[in-house]
């Protein structure tokens, strides 16, 4: 009866006093953030709301909207804030990769014609390039295109492939994303891919195209197992620390097996780890193109 209420408001005097409790789940299937008018149109009345926060139970952010006592703080500081959660903030918030970055500032997606309100402990970083603020989080697209703007290149890219991993995103929002972005950076949407294992993978990927060199992941090689990457068909590329290697005795059996076996293949293998790759490229980079090199001149010989 509710579910299909919802689709008018219902008149005042068919409103019904909620349990404190029952307000908050409502307010949890909002999103965690409910407008009055919202609230209404499933039956609440304001008693019940005043009831819910006295109890405890939802919390009244700002005048007319109101959020689950348990809803996570920066959802709350971003409605505070007058938007909703956006940018890095709603990526880590859909648990997609990002790349290690000691940002603690929560990102709101405001509406362009909307007002930045004042409220406790605020740390945000204002988007002025959000849809009208209902719900708690801005959309995906809309955070994407965020996060280009506010972190770069990387951050988007890592991001974007970790969405496009989990099937939240389709052909149609990848469209919309693209129309999103500057018209410089609209390749990157072409250039990602659905299938990226990892975050690391993706950053690997796009920092080899800018050296020509292309990059094959999870490859299998007969006698080695599955190996992280294949470069430009001719280096065998394993990361440690990524998903599925555990720090064991055995595994650096494998390890050393893998690398072996690559060897008879041909291929040379080089081992880094996540922080070597993300924070000390260069090194990697040199070390890479070192390997190509002799790679190269061993098969031109
Ligand atoms: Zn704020
Ligand atoms: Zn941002």
Known sequence: MIAASARRPIPHHRRMQFHPVE???RCTDLGGVARTAELAAIGIDEHSLKM?????????IREG??????APHDVIAAVAH???LGCLSRIRAAGLWVLDRNDVRVHVSMPRTGNARRHVDCRCVTHWTGGPAV????????????VLQCFGIEDFFV?????????????RSLHEL????????RWLVGFARWDAGSGLESVLRLRLRALGISLVSQVEIPGAGRVDFVLAGLIVLEVDGIVGHADLASSRHKDLVRDAVASTYGLEALRFDYAMVVHDWPLVEAAILAALDRSRRRRSR
Do not use: C, T
């Open 135 to 146: 719900g708690g989080f801005a959309p995906l697209v809309e955070s994407l295109a965020q």
């Open 52 to 60: 819910a926060v006295l109890g405890g139970e939802i919390i009244r």
């Open 159 to 171: 991001a974007l492939e970790s969405a496009m991993s989990k099937r939240l995103l389709n052909h």
């Open 178 to 185: 693209g129309g999103r972005l500057p018209r410089m950076h």
């Open 82 to 84: 007058g938007g909703r």
């Open 23 to 25: 307000v908050r789940r």
């Open 65 to 70: 909207v109101y959020g689950a006592a348990d």
